[in-house]
């Protein structure tokens, strides 16, 4: 998938600026780095809106001197982000990193080659969801991973001791980048599906992982509830803290019981289970 990367130059960082970075994120920009007082955002050249952001920016021209679009073509992104990547810690058992690293000695020791920008545990919310598989029981469980990407946290569940897992991501860059981080792994309980909401195989799971921005977890929201059963437990994340009342209202109505949150860097994760 090719990205483009919008550079916001800032009069100054201000409180407010959290407020706009909530507010693009709603246009579907999916990642945010700040440097001084640059802000560098990322949305997919397919959903990026120049009329929709011009409007936008409009509400913030006094903290905002000017923005230029910076095209990141597939290839370019990878090259991009592999010469930064770094490994990540999860947690004292667990290490992400890429195969040009060395081993650690971690009990769970997670090879994702790069080819991405995201899954690859750098993100906020790709970490939150990480860490917080390691509190639940994964052993002979299936799950559904949505917005699988390169297939991280279907890599950690098997690892953990998952059965069967549904890997489904609408990128086929992505997906073909998750098949050799299969193989990498030695993965065997992980079927990749091409697709969204409406390739979700007609089975119920034990866990949903939901890692998508909050409009698209809204409008595929019925998809995750035909495929619940009693006592799934799904965990919810890709969104903002602000978001959280959209996400739980909506899981209350449909029947699901909250059970706890998690945050990091103003980034959320909401698991809750079905009644």
């Avoid at 119920?204 to 998809?223: A, G, H, M, P």
Wanted: hydrophobic content about 40%.
């Amino acid at each position: 998938m090719d990205y483009i990367e919008i550079q916001f130059v800032l009069k100054e960082r201000v409180p407010i600026i959290d407020v706009f970075i909530q507010e693009i994120a709603d246009l579907g920009f999916d990642a945010f780095q700040e440097n001084l007082n640059i802000l560098s955002s990322y949305i997919p050249s397919i959903n990026y809106n120049e009329k929709k952001l011009q409007e936008l920016l409009d509400n913030y021209s006094a903290f905002i001197i000017s923005f230029k679009a910076i095209d990141h073509p597939y290839k370019n992104w990878n090259k991009k982000w592999e010469s930064s990547f770094e490994p990540i810690p999860i947690n004292e058992n667990c290490q992400v990193r890429a195969s040009f690293h060395q081993p650690s000695n971690k009990k769970y020791d997670i090879i994702i080659n790069p080819e991405m920008s995201f899954g690859t545990g750098h993100h906020e919310t790709t970490r939150l969801m990480a860490k917080d598989l390691f509190k639940h029981d994964l052993k002979n469980k299936t799950i559904l991973d949505f917005g699988s990407g390169t297939a991280i946290l279907s890599i950690l569940a098997e690892k953990l001791g998952a059965k069967e897992i549904d890997a489904v991501e609408i990128d086929k860059n992505a997906n073909q980048n998750a098949i050799q981080n299969l193989a990498t792994n030695n993965c065997k309980a992980i079927k990749i599906i091409d697709g969204g909401g409406d390739s979700i195989p007609n089975k119920k799971y034990d866990f949903l992982f939901v890692n998508i921005n909050r409009n698209t977890i809204i409008e595929e929201f019925t998809n995750f509830l035909k495929v619940m059963k009693k006592n799934s437990m799904v965990l919810f994340s890709g969104f903002f803290e602000s978001d959280i009342h959209y996400i739980k209202d909506l899981s209350i109505k449909s029947g699901l019981k909250i059970l706890y949150s998690d945050l990091e860097n103003q980034w959320a994760l909401l698991v809750m289970t079905k009644k």
